[in-house]
T-cell receptor, first 114, second 117 residues
């Protein structure tokens, strides 16, 4: 158990649906991240939040909308997704001002868009 | 932009053998961090080992050690006395130093390591 919990573990949604992924960390960290893991591709950083403020949006399409209400919770709101958005979405957290601090990762949400 | 290359998509060794996974990276930064992460079938990314680029001494964690060659931009992982539980995807990752909160990781494509009984 790494202290980072993601729900749901699996999600199947149609292209017209709206759904949300949830991440919660119990490590007292101040930075949280969303990564996308697609088959045959490296993990891609999507969003970074530090002290609830978004500090990086890595050219992610607007159909992905992050929300960080506090340092312990991070959401990824999904709407009008495409089949190519099917992937494993991983959440991570770390201490602020990283300085190479290691990150705790969740087990991910396996998203399938049909 | 940084890139991380893992040239071995899959490796297979016998239990108790030693195996080395390769990783090279490209960056213009002088201060950075390098990591090896393990991802078993449970999907959770687990930190294996971490190296600070300004340290010449290679990091070690029990059976895991790295060979960090800064000039060559190489960062290989050696697993000694391999165990069945070491079977997993292994990812090499890079992070720039001093980016404040925006310290996202750049990952390689991974190496699938299989330990045979």
């Amino acid at each position: 158990e790494t202290g980072v919990t993601q729900t749901p573990r699996h999600l199947v949604m149609g292209m017209t649906n709206k759904k949300s992924l949830k991440c919660e960390q119990h490590l007292g960290h101040n930075a949280m991240y969303w990564y996308k893991q697609s088959a045959k591709k490296p993990l891609e950083l999507m969003f970074v939040y530090n002290f609830k403020e978004q500090t990086e949006n890595n050219s992610v399409p607007s159909r992905f909308s992050p929300e960080c209400p506090n340092s312990s919770h991070l959401f990824l709101h999904l709407h009008t997704l495409q089949p190519e958005d099917s992937a494993l979405y991983l959440c991570a957290s770390s201490q602020d001002a990283g300085q190479g601090r290691s990150k705790g990762f969740g087990s991910g949400t396996r998203l399938t868009v049909v | 932009a940084q890139t991380v290359t893992q040239s071995q998509p899959e490796m297979s060794v016998q239990e108790a053998e030693t195996v080395t996974l390769s990783c090279t990276y490209d960056t213009s930064e002088n201060n950075y961090y390098l990591f090896w992460y393990k991802q078993p079938p449970s999907r959770q990314m687990i930190l294996v080992i971490r190296q600070e680029a300004y340290k010449q001494q290679n990091a070690t964690e029990n059976r895991f050690s790295v060979n960090f060659q800064k000039a060559a931009k190489s960062f290989s992982l050696k697993i000694s006395d391999s165990q069945l539980g070491d079977t997993a995807m292994y990812f090499c990752a890079f992070m720039k130093h001093g980016r404040g909160g925006a310290d996202g990781l750049t990952f390689g494509k991974g190496t699938h390591l299989i330990i045979q009984p």
